[in-house]
């Protein structure tokens, strides 16, 4: 690869643009090419995720589930030992559970994981996204709206499911099925189809009985997303820009927004994608780069006029290159300086682990979703994008992510998945 890309540097050395300058800048140039691509992105970027140079590193998909088994049991001491402060707390006001009047209903869907057929591990996901939940709620300061968190169990075998029974002492629990309705044969005979049916009917029931709790806006979040710190103060300034605006205009917002997703999968986040927005970012960034770069080299070493848009061009694609080296998703994580600098963009098509719907929009996307079957290769996200696309509705998606999937234990295929893939 690296040998590659010298070879290609030498072609443009021998291109027409190249040559109508003088040769010093050709050989800063490509030293500035070969020290940046072969020696410093090499040693910064190898083992950071999502960069071009990762691709390189050789995965060991055994070494990569023990490490994040042992993240995840660094996560389950924290929010156990969380949890059980609250517990204590709770335990002195005779275990009282305050439920009262909220803005935005925060339901996090669950299921029991890893029934000790794969092995004999406890993920425990929902105790640290429940706990993870709580502390924000609890530790952070001046929000505009209040917030209700509640838990829909969606086990088809819920006597057996026991991580949910201490956290129902916490939280109200919307219960689906009954401990005598359900066969434990019955899930494991399902077909993909019938398990992503059954999945959209689970979102269904978890959506309604969330507006049942009479909240204005409902987040509707899976049991392995984990939230991210900063994703109180994103939610609160997301709901004020996009849905709150409701009320000066006429309801527009309320009427064309549907939902706003607040993860996608990061594989998915690179330059190299058909959403409409990544390129002219690309380009924009580039831009400005490669203009800085200019600046410099103008002060370092001035050159005539007429070689400057040469130089730039040169730059231009020198900082594009950068960029797609890197990874968007890492450039991304530069945003997280300020819950101000988030973007918003249309949203794609793929995954569900954690939504935004208005009271209106949830109750179209419901009435939709009862009405169509899910089947392999169109679980309930497609069938939601074909909701949004059908009545001409935007779904809006919030960058970086705001959620990690930790779920390395999948409840639909029952397999530990790739954690490269997660």
């Known amino acids: 690869m690296l040998l590659n890309f010298i070879r290609i540097l030498m072609m443009f050395r021998r ?3 190249f040559q109508t300058i003088d040769r010093v800048f050709v050989q800063q140039f490509i030293c500035l090419c070969v020290i940046t691509f072969c020696v410093i992105l090499p040693i910064i970027c190898f083992h950071l995720r999502h960069s071009l140079y990762y691709l390189l590193w050789e995965k060991n998909v055994t070494r990569g589930r023990n490490q994040m088994r042992m993240e995840n049991n660094k996560r389950i001491e924290d929010a156990t030992a969380f949890l059980k402060k609250v517990s204590d ?3 002195q006001l005779d275990g009282h559970q305050n439920v009262s009047h909220a803005d935005i209903g925060i339901t996090i869907i669950t299921v029991s994981r890893n029934r000790h057929r794969l092995d004999n591990y406890e993920p425990k996901y929902l105790t640290q996204v429940v706990a993870k939940f709580m502390k924000a709620i609890e530790e952070t300061p001046d929000l505009k709206h209040k917030y209700q968190l509640f838990l829909c169990d969606v086990d088809p075998i819920p006597d057996s499911y026991s991580e949910i029974k201490p956290l129902a002492k916490l939280l109200p629990v919307f219960q689906r099925f009954g401990s005598d309705l359900d066969n434990p044969v019955v899930w494991q005979t399902m077909t993909i189809s019938d398990r992503l049916e059954k999945e959209k009917r689970d979102y269904v029931f978890c959506g309604r009985k969330t ?14 997303a984990l939230p991210h710190d900063d994703l109180l103060p994103v939610l609160d300034r997301v709901i004020s820009n996009v849905f709150d605006k409701s009320i000066n205009n006429g309801g527009h917002y309320k009427k064309n927004v549907t939902y706003i997703k607040f993860y996608h999968p990061e594989r998915l986040l690179g330059y190299l994608s058909l959403e409409p927005e990544r390129i002219p970012e690309l380009l924009c960034l580039s831009c400005i780069l490669s203009l800085i770069m200019l600046l ?15 130089i730039w061009l040169c730059f231009f694609i020198y900082s594009c290159v950068l960029f797609i080296f890197i990874g968007r998703q890492n450039l991304l994580e530069l945003r997280r300086v300020s ?70 234990y999948s409840s639909l295929r029952n397999e530990v998945l790739d954690p490269f893939i997660v």
Request: charged share 20%; aromatic share 10%; with cysteine.
């Open 15 to 17: 291109c027409r643009c």
């Open 89 to 91: 707390a709770r335990s």
């Open 211 to 224: 507006l049942n709790a009479n909240v204005s806006s409902i987040f509707l979040v899976e049991d392995d």
């Open 296 to 310: 410099c080299y103008q002060r370092y070493r001035p050159v005539t006029a007429s070689y400057t848009h040469i």
């Open 339 to 408: 819950s101000q600098l988030y973007q918003v963009t249309p949203a794609p098509a793929c995954c569900t682990p954690a939504i935004l719907y208005p009271r209106d929009g949830m109750e179209e996307v419901l009435r939709y979703l009862s009405s169509v079957k899910c089947k392999e290769k169109f679980g309930k996200d497609y069938a939601l994008e074909e909701f949004r696309t059908t009545h001409k509705k935007t779904g809006l998606m919030v960058q970086p992510n705001l959620f990690t999937h930790i779920g390395m």
